[in-house]
């Protein structure tokens, strides 16, 4: 009879968060056994490009690994891929994967992300309706391609985005369906996703805003996409960004609170013992955002959320903490997004969006709380300061480029209003 299985460390899933948590462990020095096991066959890879330069063709996939393939061998970290996590028991301490086999562990790392969300639509699973969330997906949809002309995105996030400026470059007809009656509904305010509408427009994508998909047409390949009015968009192709569901089952079951994710406390642990969960798949009171507990979909999340754990697991104490922030490249622009613009009561913007280069800045309360900048890297780095410190600033003044945003950093703190929490 073999001897179980046993790790120190256990990551599941080998993604961004899965990947850091391992290389910050050993960067601490830790000296104890890690594996990750990791559904997908890949060496652990960045995820971004996927939408963006890897679907171009203009990096390879080599070019996306996180680390080259020495290192995991240097480190000592040993990697169990093409495997899945079915099962985990907190109180025997162990994961069972999809073969069966048991590993035992001491500290257990959930760091599983999230699976495309089940499309709800009549015909969902023709050939040619595709994901965009691993290289997989894009892969099959890369070798389609050539016998392409009209592509459907459903979906106006930033995946869509991504995904819709990168095929009309390709020469593709694209079309854009958004139920929302603007993009990026979720995550930006009205002038900065109107801007972004504009350029898709400019550049050939048609964008059907406030418009609902009712079915995917065709017999096994997908021919073309159903509209709540009944109208038909003819498609060779269909690219669904509608979100993601974290990947929790397993966790859940063992009877980890959370819901729309794990729930996780500010060092990223759960509510069983010695089982922490970072990135796309942990959900938490975020401090930027009044302490709503939230799930952050952005690779910074997930390397910070792994640094936090590691530094616990080496015997050292660390919270959540940093700013979010995120970016996104679609055609030329480049956004950089920092801080969360939930909830904010007004925007000032910085310049003309006309010039290509311009800053959105959002408040809350009078407070900085969040800026998306457009190919504007100066405001980026600058306004990050004051999302941190959570300045007050004169929408006015902030809306003056004659003057930059450092000069909020230097100057007194803006009294607090009276009664206002210590
Ligand atoms: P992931 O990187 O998704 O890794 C999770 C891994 O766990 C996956 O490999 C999965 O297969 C595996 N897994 C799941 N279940 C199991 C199981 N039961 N057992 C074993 N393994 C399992 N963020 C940005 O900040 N900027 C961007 O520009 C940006 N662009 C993006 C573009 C695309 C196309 C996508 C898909 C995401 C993008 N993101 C971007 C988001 C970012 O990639 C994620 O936030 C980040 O990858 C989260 O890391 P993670 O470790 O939580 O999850």
């Known amino acids: 009879m073999t001897s179980p299985e046993f790790h120190d460390v256990l990551i599941v899933g080998g993604g961004h968060g899965g990947a850091q948590a391992a290389i910050a462990l050993r960067t601490s020095g830790f000296e104890g056994t890690v594996m990750i096991v990791g559904r997908e066959p890949e060496l652990p890879y960045e995820r971004p490009p996927l939408s963006k330069e890897y679907l171009a063709g203009e990096r390879t996939f080599d070019r996306l690994h996180i680390r080259p393939a020495a290192y995991w061998d240097e480190k000592q970290i040993a990697l169990r891929l093409g495997s899945t996590v079915v099962a985990v028991d907190s109180d025997a301490r162990l994961v069972r994967c999809a073969d069966g086999t048991e590993l035992h562990y001491g500290s257990l790392v959930w760091a599983a992300g999230g699976d ?17 969330r691993d290289r997989e997906d894009v892969d099959q949809i890369i070798s389609e391609l050539g016998g392409v002309n009209a592509v459907v995105v459903i979906g106006g996030g930033y995946i869509g985005l991504e995904a819709a400026a990168v095929l009309s470059k390709l020469g593709k007809k694209v079309t854009l369906i958004e139920a929302m009656p603007q993009v990026l509904a979720r995550v930006a305010g009205q002038s900065l996703a109107n801007h972004f509408e504009l350029r898709h427009r400019a550049e050939g994508v048609e964008l059907l805003l406030g418009e609902q998909v009712a079915g995917i047409e065709g017999d096994t390949r997908v021919s073309g996409v159903r509209l709540a009015s009944g109208a038909i968009l003819p498609a ?5 960004g509608i979100g993601i569901a974290p990947c929790v089952e397993p966790l859940i079951a063992a009877g980890a609170q959370g819901g729309d994710g794990v729930l996780v406390d500010t060092r990223c642990r759960t509510s069983l013992p010695d089982i922490y969960a970072i990135g796309d798949c942990a959900a938490y009171a975020n401090r930027f955002a009044d302490e709503k507990v939230l799930r952050i979909e952005s690779v910074q999340n997930a390397s910070e959320m792994a640094n936090v754990v590691a530094r616990q697991i080496c015997g050292g104490d660390a ?3 940093a700013v979010p922030w995120f970016w996104s490249n679609q055609f030329d622009l480049k956004l950089q997004t920092v801080g969360l613009s939930l909830g904010h009561d007004r925007t000032v913007l910085r310049g003309n969006p006309d010039t290509g280069s311009f800053s959105v800045v959002y408040l809350k309360g009078g407070k900085v709380v969040a800026l998306d900048c457009v190919n504007n890297a100066r405001d980026y780095s600058h306004g990050r300061r004051l999302v941190e410190l959570g300045l007050a600033a004169d929408p006015d ?9 450092k000069e909020w950093l230097t100057r007194e703190p803006v009294a607090e209003p009276a009664g206002a929490k210590p």
């Open 397 to 405: 003044e902030l809306a003056d480029t004659t003057r930059q945003l």
């Open 319 to 321: 919270e959540i903490n």
């Open 236 to 240: 060779d192709m269909v690219i669904v």
């Open 116 to 132: 495309p969300r089940a499309l709800p639509w009549p015909g969902s699973d023709r050939d040619g309706v595709h994901s965009v």
